[in-house]
């Protein structure tokens, strides 16, 4: 090679692609990210979505769902339905709470509340509302709720058991209003609704173990709210359940016999309105009663008692009216039912003469009304004026009769006593309205008139004679006074006759003596009897009297 010739360059190539530490951080943080992707992917639970009338208090990203207060889930969005009416709450659960998604679990937003079960919620003032679940225990998956406005009264975790009570109405009650037992709180009411009917209501009621053992086949129910104030011959009693029964109303419960076998779950009881009512012996056999009243039925109600001696044998079930054309006038009819068997060995001897008849009681009361049983209303209170039907035998009074009905026993019925009162009373003012007041005023007026005359005549004339009169008499006395003084002459003198007869009574006696003794000297003369003339009366003073 020489020095002019230029060296054949060599050509090498770089290889296409060459690793580079730079693209070693986002390879790095792609394979984190995916990880994490997995991560989550495989950890990741369902995703259901709640539905509540509001969003208070709730936030995406933010609120939580807790079991127990263990976050189990977080919300995710926050949406309107389509008619603007409720909001979805759409909530990721976490993979291990993907037991919650049952189809019996409830949901509820905790929010700080007062209710009859105390103040709960409180630590939502520092830490914001969050979403609360009580999980359930079927299998059947579900990813969308309906959720509640209150917290549930029981919870699926709690252990007891549920019973369904039937009664009139609702009363005072409330969902947690408490039940008792021996006046222990042992349970609530965890819920009630209208019946189908609309003539009832129905509640649900929760007993708590280890109480729930003592519900039994014969237990009795009973409506514990308020005061029962009873004044009887014991004096005046106050008994309540509780202070919270008497404010949020309560239910009480009692075995009426020695029954120890346990109710089944969701049994059906009937709640009465009063203990006394609940504890009374269970009627079996009734009758249906049917009365006619022709007079005011005004203070009697449906429920009224149908008593009979003081004992409450049944009560009016309806008041109707009709017209009574044969009276021309206006008639309330009573239906009524009664339970014979209250009147107890009474009704079992008045059945025994009743003999091989299916009916017999409505044979027993047709024997009774022959006997003169009669209803008739009377007042029950006179400051109410609540009435009551009461069955007695009245052998007076107008006889009223209702019609017959299919399966009622018409009862003949009397005006009451009051009305019986009132007829009297008007009777007596019609008496009273045809006293000729006005003749006899204008008598009374000329009498008075008359006597009016006569005092002044006596005051002007009369007076001023007796005065007279009196004092003359005054002058009299006074006179008389001076006459029968100690120092006048004429005691003076009227003492001496008196001495002067004392002598000659004495001198009559001692004569009547000596006759006695010697009758012959009447017709032989005084003799010197020595007897007789001691006997003889005494000489006058300044004679000697002769010596024996």
Do not use: C
Not at 390 to 410: M, N, R, V, Y
């Amino acid at each position: 090679m020489t020095e002019n010739e230029v060296p054949e360059p060599q050509v090498s190539r770089p290889p296409r692609w060459q690793f580079s530490l730079v693209w070693l951080v986002p390879l790095i943080a792609a394979l984190v990210g995916l990880g994490l992707l997995i991560r989550t992917w495989t950890q990741a639970g369902p995703v259901i979505t709640i539905q509540f009338k509001s969003a208070e208090g709730l936030e995406e990203g933010k609120t939580q769902l807790r079991f127990k207060e263990v976050v189990i889930g977080k919300v995710r969005t926050i949406d309107l339905t389509e008619d603007f009416s409720q909001v979805l709450v759409t909530v990721d659960l976490n993979k291990d709470a993907e037991r919650a998604a049952v189809q019996d679990s409830r949901f509820w937003v905790v929010r700080p509340r007062a209710d009859l079960g105390g103040v709960s919620g409180l630590g939502t003032l520092l830490s914001g509302a969050y979403i609360g679940v009580d999980i359930g225990h079927l299998q059947e998956k579900q990813r969308s709720f309906l959720g509640l406005e209150v917290p549930p009264a029981v919870t699926n975790d709690r252990k007891g058991r549920g019973f369904r009570l039937a009664a009139p109405d609702l009363g005072s009650l409330s969902i947690g209003s408490p039940i008792y037992y021996r006046r222990i709180p042992v349970g609530r009411v965890v819920g009630y609704q209208l019946d189908e009917d609309g003539r009832g209501v129905s509640l649900r009621a929760f007993v708590d173990a280890p109480y729930d053992r003592f519900v039994t086949p014969s237990s009795r129910f009973w409506n514990a709210s308020g005061v029962d104030v009873v004044v009887g011959p014991q004096g005046f009693q106050l008994n309540t359940e509780s202070l919270l029964s008497v404010v949020a109303g309560g239910i009480a419960f009692q075995n009426a016999d020695g029954v120890e076998q346990q109710a089944a779950d969701d049994a059906r009881f009937r709640l009465y309105a009063d203990k006394a009512a609940a504890m009374a012996p269970q009627d079996r056999l009734s009758l249906r009663l049917r009365l006619r009243y022709l007079q005011s039925v005004r203070g009697l109600a449906v429920g009224a008692p149908v008593d009979f001696h003081g004992l409450q044998l049944g009560e009016v079930t309806a008041i109707d009216f009709e017209y009574d054309a044969a009276r021309k006038r206006f008639a309330a009819d009573v239906s009524a039912v009664i339970y014979p068997e209250r009147l107890g060995n009474a009704y079992l001897a008045l059945r025994g003469q009743v003999k091989n008849d299916e009916a017999s009681p409505r044979r027993v009361l047709e024997r009774l009304i022959g006997q003169g049983l009669r209803a008739q209303l009377r007042s029950g209170n006179l400051l109410t004026g609540q009435q009551y039907v009461a069955l007695d035998f009245i052998s007076k009074g107008e006889l009223t009769l209702a019609p017959a009905q299919a399966g009622a026993l018409s009862v003949p019925t009397v005006p009451g006593s009051f009305d019986q009162l009132q007829s009297q009373i008007a009777n007596i003012v019609d008496r009273i309205e045809k006293v000729p007041f006005d003749e006899i005023g204008a008598e009374l007026r000329n009498s008075l008139r008359d006597a009016d005359a006569l005092l002044k005549n006596l005051d002007g004339k009369v007076a001023p004679e007796m005065q007279k009169t009196l004092e003359q008499a005054r002058q009299t006395l006074d006179a008389a006074e001076q006459v029968l003084a100690s120092d006048a002459p004429l005691q003076q003198d009227l003492r001496g006759t008196l001495e002067s007869v004392d002598r000659a009574a004495r001198s009559l006696r001692s004569l009547a003596e000596g006759l006695q003794r010697h009758p012959q000297s009447l017709l032989r003369g005084k003799s010197e009897d020595p007897v007789l003339l001691r006997l003889s009366p005494l000489p006058e003073q300044g004679l000697e009297s002769p010596k024996p």
